[in-house]
């Protein structure tokens, strides 16, 4: 049996395109494009990466984007005093601070600071709480795009077993609740979980966010059930001073057993950005007193 590759590229596609017809629908009902405000903090190249991927899709969407660029000596003080201009700024309907922040700033109060109605990363502990007690809510963009996928490729989520391998504030959690709220029954397994592929070989469908290379192998996993690999792990590749991505499934292994799984890079990926802008064209609705968009 070899797996079904669940294509995390063309549904982030399709979205991008759902969310390009929504944005000029806004514009022709409100006379202005949504804004999207990224704050970043030093030169991390990752994040620089990251951010720079969020601002060319908002660009493409024909939202708006504001790009805040600051030097790793920024204080706590002084991004606390640009978050608080941008959820003042009525251009700006989605403010993403891109982490992890320098040392010397507390991540947490950040966040905390940021407009909840403007959080379209989700971290904002009154969307956390309004999402755990199934009220409206912006989503956490990875959980959201790992719902989008197992939607689109099992339909209805109901009564089946999930476990989610991690919990973490930023996936773990999130998507437990969002699994929660499917009517799935939810395990949420981590590193104190006590014979952790028993538990995961029950599951229905498992989702992998621990940020351990090729932690769950193929033996783990349930045959037919449908895998979600979170992980994005860099490790040394075949070419000597080469390196790959991995996810925390070994691939290899469990698409062997799975009924479909998705690949890293390619899978939930493109999902995470898609679903940025989605939350963004939300948000900027919510400002305006318009009908959440259905994507």
């Known amino acids: ?22 944005v000029a629908d806004f514009e022709r009902r409100t006379g202005r494009a949504p804004g999207l405000a990224t704050v970043l903090v030093g030169e991390d190249p990752a994040s ?6 969020k601002n060319r899709a908002t660009a ?23 978050v608080v201009q941008l959820n003042a700024d009525e251009r700006v309907d989605g403010i993403l601070v891109q982490l992890p922040l320098p040392g010397q700033i507390n991540a947490t109060r950040v966040v905390e600071t940021i407009d909840p109605g403007k959080d379209v990363d989700g971290f904002h502990p009154m969307n956390a709480g309004r999402l755990a007690t199934g009220l ?13 996928l197992l939607r689109q490729e099992l ?11 991690g919990r973490s504030n930023i996936v773990g959690k999130p998507m437990a609740q969002l699994l929660l709220g499917e009517n799935c029954t939810v395990t ?11 538990v995961v070989r ?16 193929g033996e783990w996993i349930k045959p037919g059930a449908t895998v979600i690999d979170v992980g994005i792990n860099r490790v040394p590749g075949a070419t000597p001073g080469k390196s790959k991505l991995v996810g925390d499934v070994n691939f290899a292994e469990a698409s062997q057993v799975a009924g479909a799984i998705t690949p890293v890079p390619g899978g939930v990926g493109p999902m995470t950005i898609a679903c940025l802008m989605v939350n963004t064209v939300r948000a900027a609705c919510a400002i305006h007193g318009l ?3 259905a994507v």
Do not use: W
């Open 60 to 82: 493409e969407a024909g939202m708006v984007s504001f790009a805040h660029n600051l030097p790793d000596t920024t204080s706590e003080d002084e991004l606390l005093q640009l």
């Open 136 to 148: 409206p809510s912006l989503v956490a963009c990875t959980p959201y795009g790992c719902l989008y």
């Open 155 to 165: 339909g209805s989520l109901s009564g089946l077993d999930a476990v989610v391998v």
């Open 48 to 53: 620089a990466v990251y951010v720079r991927s």
């Open 188 to 198: 949420v397994a981590h590193s104190r979980t006590r014979d952790l592929p028993a």
């Open 202 to 217: 029950r599951a229905d469908i498992v989702v992998a966010a621990v940020g351990r290379a090729e932690m769950v192998r």
């Open 1 to 22: 049996m070899t797996a079904k590759r669940i294509d995390g590229k063309a549904a982030a596609q399709a979205i991008r395109d759902r969310v390009a017809a929504l």
């Open 291 to 293: 009908p959440a968009p």
